[in-house]
Structure formats: structure tokens, C-alpha cells
T-cell receptor, first 114, second 111 residues
Framework: IAGITQAPTSQILAAGRRMTLRCTQD?????MYWYRQDLGLGLRLIHY???????GKGEVPDGYSVSRANTDDFPLTLASAVPSQTSVYFC?????????????FGSGTRLTVV | RKEVEQDPGPFNVPEGATVAFNCTYS??????FFWYRQDCRKEPKLLMS???SGNEDGRFTAQLNRASQYISLLIRDSKLSDSATYLC????????????FGTGTRLKVLA
């Protein structure tokens, strides 16, 4: 593992199903983030975690939940998927919240809810 | 008005051309600024930070104009490999640190 690993790479999911998108980093970064990217809307923050054990809501948190039990893992759960959650999901991390050295992104999960 | 606005393009330029993108931001409290590059179906990657005095990295020059609240990215001697979407990012402290992403400007460098 080098950087951030996201799984799965892509998924087709039936509406109403529960799904967890996985994100693991090996950089010992304190802060982690989940974004969704939609055409014309850019990247929007779903949830974030400034340090292990803490989480916060971003711009579009409804329908999603996160946990941060340790430094390395930051899973994103869709409790009951809806078609509007069809998107590309990126996990990112930084050494500190608002790190001026920028964020490192994972390669993304392309999710289609049908 | 969006907090961060970019011309979506596409900017179609020939190889070797110089091209410039602007990005405007609405919150005067914004403190840090970045340009990211995103290739098709790939993750965003940090291209460069934008400093108050302006900064250069090879063929790329970034500038900040706080008075007019915009940042710019200049690419000289464009290469085919520069074809990508360029995202303007503003880091604004507002209780929680948060990056605001522009929707991106698409650049196509033509042979």
C-alpha cells in the first residue's frame, strides 16, 4: 500500500441496499475526508475526520455515515442507497486539517445506484 | 454566487501555446489557495500552491490577487500531456478547515 487505497473501484448497487466504501491510508495522516464528484458540481465534502476518534459533517452529509476508529481507516457507509447517490467518491487525507501542503486523494470509487 | 468559480472551458490550444486560467473566490477570509490537476477518470493531484508573491514551477506560474479575489494559472509552452482539468481550490477557515473546490477548467492541447 502506498498512499490511499479505496475499495471497491466500482460498484453497481440496487436502491435500498446498504454499502460501505472502504478507505485506508498508510501515511499516518491525521485528517481524512470523503468527497463526491458529480458533473457540473465539482467535488463536495461529505464527511471529514480531523483525527482518529472524531468526525464531522461536510456540505452534503445526508444519507451517509462515517467512523474513524483508528488513524488509517475511514469507511463511508450508505445505509439505504438511492439513485441520487450515483457518483464518484474520493477519499482524501492530509497531515493536519487544512494542511497547506494539500490533500492526497485515493483513486476513487465509481458507484451507480439503480 | 458560488464560492469558487471557474470558466469550465474547454480551452483548446495548440502545442507550444501559452494559456492562462483564472479562478475567482467570494470569501475575502480565504487564506490558502491551490491548483490541482485532474486527468479523465482519475483522482485530483496537487499541481501547486499559490503564494501571495506568486510562484513558478517550471512552465507553470500561479498568482494571487487578493484585492480582486482571484487566482490565476499560466502554462507556457503547452504540451499534449498538459491536457486535463485544472481545479482551483481555496482553503477557508470557518470553524472547521475546509477546501472549496471549483468545478474545474478543461484544457485540451492539440497537436
Amino acid at each position: 500500500i502506498a498512499g490511499i487505497t479505496q475499495a471497491p473501484t466500482s460498484q453497481i448497487l440496487a436502491a435500498g441496499r446498504r454499502m460501505t466504501l472502504r478507505c485506508t491510508q498508510d501515511m499516518r495522516h491525521n485528517a481524512m475526508y470523503w468527497y463526491r464528484q458529480d458533473l457540473g458540481l465539482g467535488l463536495r465534502l461529505i464527511h471529514y475526520s480531523n483525527t482518529a476518534g472524531t468526525t464531522g459533517k461536510g456540505e452534503v452529509p445526508d444519507g451517509y455515515s462515517v467512523s474513524r476508529a483508528n488513524t488509517d481507516d475511514f469507511p463511508l457507509t450508505l445505509a439505504s442507497a438511492v439513485p441520487s447517490q450515483t457518483s464518484v467518491y474520493f477519499c482524501a487525507s492530509s497531515d493536519f486539517p487544512g494542511d497547506n501542503y494539500g490533500y492526497t486523494f485515493g483513486s476513487g470509487t465509481r458507484l451507480t445506484v439503480v | 454566487r458560488k464560492e469558487v468559480e471557474q470558466d469550465p472551458g474547454p480551452f483548446n490550444v495548440p502545442e507550444g501555446a501559452t494559456v492562462a486560467f483564472n479562478c475567482t473566490y467570494s470569501n475575502s477570509a480565504s487564506q490558502s489557495f491551490f491548483w490541482y490537476r485532474q486527468d479523465c477518470r482519475k483522482e485530483p493531484k496537487l499541481l501547486m500552491s499559490v503564494y501571495s508573491s506568486g510562484n513558478e514551477d517550471g512552465r507553470f506560474t500561479a498568482q494571487l490577487n487578493r484585492a480582486s479575489q482571484y487566482i490565476s494559472l499560466l502554462i507556457r509552452d503547452s504540451k499534449l500531456s498538459d491536457s486535463a482539468t485544472y481545479l482551483c481550490v481555496v482553503n477557508r477557515v470557518s470553524g472547521t478547515y475546509k477546501y472549496i473546490f471549483g468545478t474545474g477548467t478543461r484544457l485540451k492541447v492539440l497537436a
